[in-house]
C-alpha cells in the first residue's frame, strides 16, 4: 500500500457524513417536520390534506395524525415523529406543541453550534433547563377538585377548540366529561382512575354533529340475519361467539363423489343436521341473542328464527369484547363447549331509524359515545378532535393539576428560565437561555396562525409576566392578552411536562449525532445526482413526501 492512501472499508453505494454537516443535515429534517405542522397549531390553526398512495384523503390538524400519514424516508424526520407518537401516547394532546418545541430548540441549537459552542454543551444545557422547566410547571399549576364539571369541561374544550369538533365543543365537552365520569373509580387511598376500555366511540355519518350523544351499555351497528327473527328483546340471555355457525369444512381439500341421488340427498341431510344441532346447542344453552363474530349458514339462521332467537353476524370483534363487559358474558370460541355459565344478562333494543342495536347490562358501566356527522372525512376529524378531548380530561382527572393556555405558560417559564439561566456557570447558560426563547415559539405561532403580529404580542405578553400576571396568555379572537385561565383556556399540567421532557429529549438525541454512515442514499429522491453529502438537500430530497407540505 501507497503511503497516505485512504484506505476504503465502505460499499460504492453507502453515503456518509460527518461533524457540521451531519448536525446540519440532521437539523434541516427535524426543522423541516415542525414546519410541516407549526401552521395547525391553536384555535385558528390551519388544516392539512393528506392523500396517500392509494388515493384516501385525510383532512386533519392533528399533528400526529399528519406526521404518521405523511411519507416521510428520513431517518431524523422519523425521530421526531415519534416525538408526536410518544407525547398522544402519554398525554393524549400537545403532539403539535412537543414537535414544534423540538424544531426550535434545534434551530437555536444551531446558531450556538455556529457560535464554536460544543454539542456537549448544549445537550447539557438543555436537560437542565428541562429539569427547570418541569420543576416551575408543577409550581405554577393549580391542583383543581377533579369533579368540578365545569372546570372539566372547559379543558375539554380548549382541546378541541381549532379542530373539527369546535363548532358543537360545549356540547360535545359536556358528552366527554360525562363519559369520563361513568367510567371513573375511586380507589380506597381516594384517589381518582379512569378506565378508557370501558368507553367506546361510534361513529354514523348523515345526521348534524349536535345530535352526537353518550349511550348506556354498547352499540352494534347491524341487521337481524333473518326477517322473522324478533328486533328486540327485553331481559335477554346473550351469547357471544367467535364460531361460525356454519357446516364444519374439513381441513385439507376433499371431493365428493356422488354416484345417485340418494346419496347426495343423504349427504345434504347430514348438512342440515350439523346445522340443527348447532342451533339446538344455542337453545340448550337458554340464549335469547346472538351476536357472532363469524359468519351464520341460511339454514342456520332460519331455524334460529323459528326459535325466536335473534342473531346478528360479522359483528367486530372489537364489539364483542365490548359487550362482554357490558352484559357480563364470556366470549366463547367453541360452540360445542358453550354453556349457559356463558351468558350475558341485558336488553337488545333495536333503532329502526339509525339501524343500531342497543344493548345495556343489569349493572353495566360501560357506555358508547356516539358521534354524529355530516360525511365520513367530517366525522373522522370529529373522532380525532374528542379522542383527543377524553385523554386531557381523563388525564385531568386522574392528575388534578391545570394551567392556563394559550401561551402563558410558555411565557411564564421563558422568564423563569432566565432567571435561573444566571445561576447557571459555564456555555451552557447559554443554552438555557436558548431553552427559553424556544418555549415562546408557541405565543409566537398562536399569534402568528391568528393573523396577528407575533412581536408585538410576545412583547405584551413579556410585560404582562413582567408584571406578575402568571396567567396572561393571547386571546386569539380578540387579539388581548389577558387571563386565560379566567376565560375558560385551560390545559392539563401533565401533557405540558410531557412536551416539555419528549422535546428536549429528541433534541438532545439528535443534537448527539455527528456522523451518518448510510448503507444507501441518504436522500430518497433517487434521481438526484448530486455529489457528496446531502447536507442542503435533507429537505428536498430527504424529507420524502413533504416537499409539497412546505
Known amino acids: 500500500m501507497q503511503q497516505g492512501q485512504p484506505m476504503i472499508v465502505m460499499s460504492e453505494d453507502s453515503q456518509r457524513v460527518k461533524d457540521r454537516d451531519a448536525q446540519d443535515y440532521n437539523i434541516q429534517a427535524a426543522r423541516a417536520v415542525a414546519e410541516a405542522v407549526r401552521s395547525t397549531l391553536g384555535p385558528k390553526g390551519m388544516d392539512k390534506m393528506l392523500v396517500d398512495s392509494m388515493g384516501s384523503v385525510t383532512i386533519t390538524n392533528d399533528g400526529v395524525t399528519i406526521l404518521q400519514e405523511m411519507d416521510i424516508d428520513n431517518p431524523t424526520a422519523e425521530m421526531i415523529v415519534e416525538v408526536a407518537e410518544t407525547q398522544e401516547d402519554e398525554a393524549g394532546d400537545g403532539t403539535t406543541t412537543a414537535v414544534a418545541i423540538a424544531g426550535e430548540l434545534l434551530k437555536n441549537a444551531e446558531d450556538l453550534l455556529e457560535q464554536d459552542i460544543h454539542p456537549t454543551a448544549i445537550i447539557k444545557g438543555f436537560h437542565m433547563a428541562a429539569e427547570q422547566a418541569r420543576a416551575e410547571i408543577d409550581d405554577i399549576a393549580t391542583e383543581i377538585d377533579t369533579s368540578d364539571e365545569a372546570l372539566l369541561q372547559k379543558t375539554a374544550e380548549t382541546s378541541m377548540t381549532g379542530k373539527g369538533a369546535e363548532v358543537n365543543k360545549e356540547h360535545l365537552a359536556q358528552l366527554i366529561v360525562d363519559a369520563v365520569s361513568s367510567v371513573t373509580v375511586e380507589t380506597d387511598e381516594g384517589d381518582r382512575v379512569v378506565d378508557l376500555e370501558f368507553l367506546k366511540i361510534e361513529t354514523q355519518t348523515g345526521r348534524a354533529v349536535d345530535q352526537s350523544e353518550l349511550l348506556e351499555g354498547g352499540i352494534v351497528d347491524k341487521d337481524p340475519v333473518h326477517d322473522n327473527m324478533p328486533s328486540s328483546v327485553e331481559d335477554a340471555n346473550i351469547l357471544l361467539l367467535r364460531d361460525p355457525i356454519e357446516v364444519e369444512?374439513?381441513?385439507?381439500?376433499?371431493?365428493?363423489?356422488?354416484?345417485?341421488?340418494?346419496?347426495?340427498?343423504?349427504?345434504?341431510?347430514?348438512?342440515?343436521?350439523?346445522?340443527?344441532?348447532?342451533?339446538?346447542?344455542?337453545?340448550?344453552?337458554?340464549?335469547?341473542?346472538?351476536?357472532?363474530?363469524?359468519?351464520?349458514?341460511?339454514?342456520?339462521?332460519?331455524?334460529?328464527?323459528?326459535?325466536?332467537?335473534?342473531?346478528?353476524?360479522?359483528?367486530?370483534?372489537?364489539?364483542?369484547?365490548?359487550?362482554?363487559?357490558?352484559?357480563?358474558?364470556?366470549?366463547?370460541?367453541?360452540?360445542?363447549?358453550?354453556?349457559?355459565?356463558?351468558?350475558?344478562?341485558?336488553?337488545?333494543?333495536?333503532?329502526?331509524?339509525?339501524?343500531?342495536?342497543?344493548?345495556?347490562?343489569?349493572?353495566?358501566?360501560?357506555?358508547?359515545?356516539?358521534?354524529?356527522?355530516?360525511?365520513?372525512?367530517?366525522?373522522?376529524?370529529?373522532?380525532r378532535g374528542v379522542n383527543d378531548a377524553l385523554d386531557v380530561v381523563a388525564q385531568t382527572v386522574s392528575d388534578g393539576r391545570v394551567l392556563a393556555g394559550g401561551g402563558a405558560i410558555e411565557v411564564e417559564l421563558a422568564s423563569r428560565l432566565r432567571d435561573y439561566a444566571d445561576s447557571v456557570s459555564g456555555r451552557e447558560q447559554l443554552a438555557v437561555e436558548a431553552f427559553a426563547d424556544s418555549l415562546e415559539l408557541v405565543p409566537r405561532v398562536l399569534a402568528e396562525n391568528a393573523g396577528l403580529d407575533s412581536i408585538d404580542t410576545l412583547v405584551d405578553l413579556r410585560a404582562a409576566h413582567d408584571d406578575g400576571q402568571i396567567r396572561a396568555g393571547l386571546n386569539v379572537f380578540s387579539g388581548d392578552v389577558e387571563d386565560t385561565f379566567e376565560s375558560g383556556v385551560v390545559e392539563p399540567a401533565h401533557a405540558k411536562e410531557q412536551a416539555v421532557t419528549s422535546a428536549t429529549e429528541a433534541a438532545n438525541l439528535v443534537l448527539k449525532i455527528d456522523d451518518i454512515i448510510s448503507a444507501g442514499d441518504l436522500s430518497t429522491d433517487k434521481g438526484d445526482d448530486q455529489e457528496g453529502a446531502p447536507g442542503a438537500g435533507g429537505m428536498g430530497g430527504g424529507m420524502g413526501g413533504m416537499g409539497g407540505m412546505m
Do not use: M, N
Open 249 to 383: 369444512e374439513t381441513d385439507v381439500d376433499t371431493e365428493v363423489s356422488v354416484t345417485d341421488p340418494d346419496q347426495l340427498q343423504k349427504f345434504l341431510d347430514r348438512e342440515e343436521k350439523q346445522l340443527k344441532d348447532k342451533v339446538q346447542h344455542i337453545v340448550d344453552t337458554g340464549a335469547d341473542v346472538v351476536f357472532c363474530q363469524k359468519g351464520i349458514d341460511d339454514l342456520a339462521q332460519h331455524y334460529l328464527a323459528k326459535e325466536g332467537i335473534l342473531a346478528v353476524r360479522r359483528a367486530k370483534k372489537s364489539d364483542l369484547e365490548f359487550l362482554a363487559e357490558v352484559v357480563d358474558a364470556s366470549i366463547v370460541s367453541d360452540l360445542e363447549s358453550a354453556t349457559e355459565d356463558d351468558l350475558g344478562f341485558g336488553d337488545v333494543t333495536r333503532d329502526d331509524a339509525d339501524e343500531l342495536f342497543y344493548v345495556t347490562g343489569e349493572d353495566s358501566h360501560g357506555v358508547t359515545l356516539l358521534l354524529r356527522g355530516s360525511t365520513e372525512h367530517v366525522v373522522d376529524e370529529l373522532e
